[in-house]
Each structure stands twice: as structure tokens, then as C-alpha cells.
């Protein structure tokens, strides 16, 4: 006869409250209603819906210099979801303060890969990728700056207040410039972060 399965009773143990805080630098204002948190600052605004997240969002202190993020009675699985909301509001205040910004690198052993930026810097053309006649064409997410660097040859700059937007752009960047049909190790062609 089988055994009855182990019963684990503290897996779905539910945690009375957990929270968390995110500190406010000066110059900065936040503003939250129904989990919809909107940031602003020096650089610009950046709104973000936490709606789909159950848990509550905050502004604390005298001054609302704190942003809390609290959970009651949750497992360990939806307790994880307080600190990535915190991470979100962490990297949004730092948008609007420094901003982000990546540098990409061309990588090519025998075809010299050319590229030219519109002026309003929102798009930029890749050409002669592996010697193809193509023309490559990657948009920038809106809110993100694309510029060739003036110091380093074969360098380009993305720059923006949303760490996401910025990073989506670079990826787009570095798939256009996938090697098709050939031995990836030896063909080490691209742009990359």
C-alpha cells in the first residue's frame, strides 16, 4: 500500500505583516494613489501602476520623506513582491535624479559595422553587418536618448530616466544584430552591452 504523502505545515504559513521602506532624497516628490506611484524630479516624471500587486503603498513621515510598502498575512511568495515594488520606486526616484545610461560596443573581425543616428536621436541605421547590404533600423523606446560616443571609437550611448525603457532599447539593438545560419563561436559579430 502507498504512504500517504508528508503534510509540510509551515510551507503555507502566512507571515501577520511584512513591510518596507524606500527613503526620499530631497528634491524628489512622490505621489501615490491606488497603487499608482508617480515620481518626480530634476529630470522628469515617471508613473508606475503596482495595481495587479496586493499590497499597500505609502508616503510616511512629517515631510513624507518615506515611501512604506506593506503586506498583511502573506506567504513567502507574495512577501517577495515587497521588495521588488521597493526596487521599482529605488530605480524610479534614481531616474528622475541621474538618470541611466549604457554604453554598447561594436564587435566585428572583418566587416567594419556603420551606423548613423537621426537627429532628434531616436533612432539609429546599422549597416554592412557581416558585409550585408541590409539596412537595420532600431526605434528607441520613447524617453530614450541614442547618441555615438565622441571619445571611443565604435561605441554608442543610451541614455534615459527609465532603467527599463533604456535596457529594452539596448536589447533591441543587440537582436537586430544577430548572426543567422553560422557558427556563433567563430562569428562573434555584434553590438553589445
Known sequence: HER????????????????????????????????????VGPRGVL????GHCNLDIFLIGKKHKKVKVEMWFGTRKELACIRTVCT??????????KGYEYKMRFVYAHFPINSSVTEDKKEIKINNFLGEKIQRVCTMVPGVQVMRSEKVKDEIILQGNDVEAVATSAAQIHASTLVKGKDIRKFLDGIYV
Open 4 to 39: 500517504p504523502p508528508i503534510e509540510r505545515p509551515f510551507e503555507h504559513m502566512k507571515i501577520i505583516k511584512q513591510s518596507d521602506e524606500v527613503t526620499i532624497p530631497k528634491g524628489v516628490c512622490v505621489r501615490i494613489k491606488a497603487r499608482k506611484v508617480k515620481v
Open 47 to 50: 508613473k508606475r501602476d503596482f
Open 88 to 97: 521599482h520606486i529605488q530605480n524610479m526616484i534614481t531616474g528622475v535624479t
